[in-house]
């Protein structure tokens, strides 16, 4: 069983690594062909447009797929029934929304700083209408750890938008319309997602039902965690609009140089620092049903395990990339970006990895144990804290207060999250293992510092990155080993299952 879960993680994995790695060389291209300025608007428009997704089917998949696997495990309820309800929920929100916002459109200019994001805005806005749709088929891949199929969707869809952007963008005459191409972009890759989640899904014998048995306690499940992550596209819509008004404001500058700093910051520095979410995420993917199938049986110890594995394996991708990012970050903005600020946002701001992927793991965790009220409560508590360092540190810190803000807010989610986690699983131990990551993550980062300061007088900043990165990865890697921070278990495992297969067939 284990050795499956870590095949399955390591398979989903994989493939978020290759998409976030097209989606980061994307975020290159497009900040060398349309400019800061350009990836400043593209940016705020897709903040909005994330508010109006997040509200129509953020709470939707994980729900569907909680409820699938409920299903499995205590029986009783239909699973078309689950997916239809999922469906008809998106679309009484999606539907009327699009028709409101195009019917009034010249009415929600107040929704952005700076004009030129409506259009781009309008550009994506139908794909709400699919790409919600799409979120309730993700769910019900997760429900049925049908993990492949969801995998190479996420990772065609990714692929497609990089390819048509690249290609409409080379032709943009300046920023507003380098951003406008790549919302086109962005709509017909939800399209071709849309397109082939529902063949799928009804290749595979899927089929709507009517809904209304499963309608009331799928909203009932999914109403808090839309909430949780409206509130979060909406705080980012905030300080999407917030952070250049209080730049010019009070920082003096002018609305195109707040907008490209808030792109650097943004688009090139935040990107780099959300790396671990796509790793989180992955496991979250697998983990989370296993999670509710160990919860509704009452298999408390091998809940508690999966847990603790879960918790330790966040803390160490924390602790693996810190070094890296801290050594390397503003040679990563040189060479990938060109700009040497995006590079020192993520030297100066790489400690948030901790908190960042406690509080994105434990979320998970919680909302798979049917804690998604409390989940909600939490990170309130830590909008609250990012609001309260943007307006507190703005003056002095300038667009440091966007990151610091972060920062804030995963340390409350993280410590709020841990707390309840605690008294929910008792026994889980993880603070030995976070202490004991703070000491070597410590050395590590000495160790890169010196190692980059000393190659970087020989090598251009390209072989500084490659080497660079393969030394102090290496070097992390064999002293977390050697402090007992991870084992071979697993890889041995999965390679002895493997070659028993073999011999086998040969047999």
């Known amino acids: 069983m284990n050795n499956n879960i870590y095949r399955t993680t390591a398979q989903v994995t994989i493939f978020s690594i290759i998409e976030k790695s097209i989606s980061f060389l994307y975020r290159i291209v497009l900040s060398r062909v349309i400019g800061a300025e350009g990836v400043g608007i593209y940016q705020i428009a897709l903040s909005v447009f994330a508010v109006f997704l997040t509200a129509a089917s953020s709470g939707v998949p994980v729900t569907v797929s909680r409820l699938i696997t409920k299903q499995n495990a205590v029986g009783g309820g239909s699973r078309h029934a689950v997916v239809t309800a999922g469906i008809v929920s998106t679309l009484m929100f999606t539907v009327p929304a699009c028709i409101i916002i195009f019917a009034g459109r010249n009415f929600f200019g107040f929704l952005f700083s700076d004009s030129r994001c409506l259009n781009v805005f309008l550009i994506i806005l139908p794909g709400l209408i699919l790409t919600s749709v799409y979120s309730v088929m993700r769910g019900t891949f997760w429900g049925n750890k049908d993990f492949l199929p969801y995998s190479l969707i996420e990772l065609a869809e990714d692929a497609f938008m990089v390819v048509l952007g690249c290609i409409l963008i080379t032709g943009a005459t300046d920023a507003a319309d380098g951003a406008s191409r790549a919302a086109i972009a962005v709509f017909v890759s939800y399209i071709f997602s849309f397109i082939v989640s529902l063949g799928w899904y009804f290749h595979k014998g899927g089929r709507l039902v009517n809904p209304k048995k499963q309608l009331k306690p799928l909203l009932a499940s999914s109403l808090p965690i839309t909430a949780m992550r409206t509130s979060t596209s909406l705080l980012n819509s905030l300080v999407a609009v917030l952070m250049p008004f209080l730049l010019v404001r009070i920082c003096n ?14 688009g090139m520095s935040i990107p780099i620092l959300f790396i671990p979410s796509s790793l989180i995420g992955s496991i979250a993917v697998v983990l989370a049903p296993e999670l509710s199938e160990n919860f509704y049986r009452n298999k408390t110890e091998r809940l508690k395990d999966d847990v603790e594995k879960s918790l330790r394996a966040a803390v160490f991708i924390a602790f693996l990339l810190i070094p890296l990012l801290f050594s ?4 990563m903005g040189n060479v990938l970006f060109s700009d040497s600020l995006s590079g020192e946002i993520v030297k100066n701001c790489c400690i948030i990895l901790l908190p960042m992927c406690i509080s994105m793991i434990t979320n998970t965790i919680l909302n798979s144990m049917n804690r998604e009220k409390q989940t909600l409560i939490y990170y309130f508590a830590g909008a609250a804290a990012m609001i309260a360092c943007i307006a507190a540190f703005t003056s002095f810190a300038g667009i440091y207060s966007y990151v610091t803000g972060l920062g804030a807010s995963f340390v409350v989610t993280a410590a709020l999250n841990l707390r309840l986690l605690k008294k929910l699983c008792r026994g889980v131990k993880i603070f030995n293992f976070i202490l004991k ?13 010196l190692f980059v300061s000393l190659i970087q007088k020989f090598l251009p900043q390209i072989a500084v990155l490659a080497v660079g990165g393969v030394a102090v990865a290496a070097f992390t890697l064999a002293f977390m080993y050697i402090a007992k921070m991870y084992t071979l278990e697993p890889l041995k495992g999965i390679l002895n299952k493997r070659k028993g297969r073999k011999g086998k067939s040969a047999l």
């Not at 390397?328 to 040679?331: A, E, I, P, S, W």
């Not at 990551?437 to 510092?449: L, P």
């Open 253 to 266: 500058m002018t609305n195109s140089d707040a907008v490209s700093l808030y792109g650097v910051a943004a």
């Open 437 to 449: 990551g703070i000491a070597v993550c410590a050395a590590c980062c000495a160790f890169g510092w």
């Open 328 to 331: 390397l970050g503003v040679t």
